[in-house]
């Protein structure tokens, strides 16, 4: 166990419709990231924020939108689905920016699939 | 360009007998880390190891061991006396310091099927 908790495990949707996953860091982790695991783009970055703000951005559709809360706890929300958008969601977290020996720690994930 | 490379999209080892995965890298930042992840089937991303670009020895954790060729830009990991409960996925990852967010860039992976 990683100590990152991602609530739901398995999400099934239609196309069109919009969805919401959480994510809880480990205790301490100031930064959280999304990556989207796909069987044809492979593990994606998406999204990083540190301690509520935005850090850095990957390959993320613009009806992808995420969030940090006061908490830590993060959001990411899909729109307008599709699909494509049917994967495996990660979140992982990491104490912080500084140093390279910054491993990140994954959460469970969140399988999504849109029919 | 693809930043890490992972050629071998299978292998096969026998019950305790070691096995290397490949990895090669592209960077032109001097500073990075590299990282090995496993994902068994349940799907879940576990961390293995992790060398710094500026570590002197090769990381070992267990049965893991990283072969880390600088010059030749490569990253193996080596996992010895295979268990059956290895066979899963393994990804390579990279994190470049100077991009300053410390996301991970992930290979395509290498699936290992441990045989008794």
């Known amino acids: 166990d990683s100590g990152v908790t991602q609530t739901p495990k398995h999400l099934i949707t239609a196309t069109g419709q919009r969805v919401t996953l959480r994510c809880s860091p480990r205790?301490?982790?100031?930064?959280v990231y999304w990556y989207q695991q796909s069987l044809d783009q492979g593990l994606q970055f998406l999204i990083q924020?540190?301690?509520?703000?935005?850090?850095a951005k990957g390959n993320i559709l613009e009806r992808f939108s995420a969030q940090q809360f006061p908490d830590l706890h993060s959001e990411l929300n899909l729109s307008s689905l599709e699909l494509g958008d049917s994967a495996l969601y990660f979140c992982?977290?990491?104490?912080?920016?500084?140093?390279?020996?910054?491993?990140?720690?994954f959460g469970p994930g969140t399988r999504l699939t849109v029919l | 360009a693809q930043k890490i490379t992972q050629t071998q999209p299978g292998m096969f080892v026998q019950e305790k007998e070691a096995v290397t995965l490949d990895c090669t890298y592209d960077t032109s930042d001097p500073s990075y880390g590299l990282f090995w992840y496993k994902q068994p089937s349940s799907g879940e991303m576990i961390f293995l190891i992790y060398q710094g670009s500026y570590d002197q020895q090769n990381a070992t954790e267990g049965r893991y061991s990283l072969n880390f060729q600088k010059a030749r830009k490569s990253a193996n990991l080596v996992i010895s006396a295979s268990q059956l409960g290895d066979s899963a996925m393994y990804f390579c990852a990279m994190r470049e310091v100077r991009s300053n967010d410390y996301k991970l860039s992930f290979g395509a992976g290498t699936t290992v099927t441990v045989r008794a």
């Open positions: 992982a977290s990491s104490p912080g920016l500084a140093g390279e020996g910054n491993e990140q720690f």
């Open positions: 205790s301490g982790d100031l930064s």
């Open positions: 924020y540190y301690n509520g703000e935005e850090r």
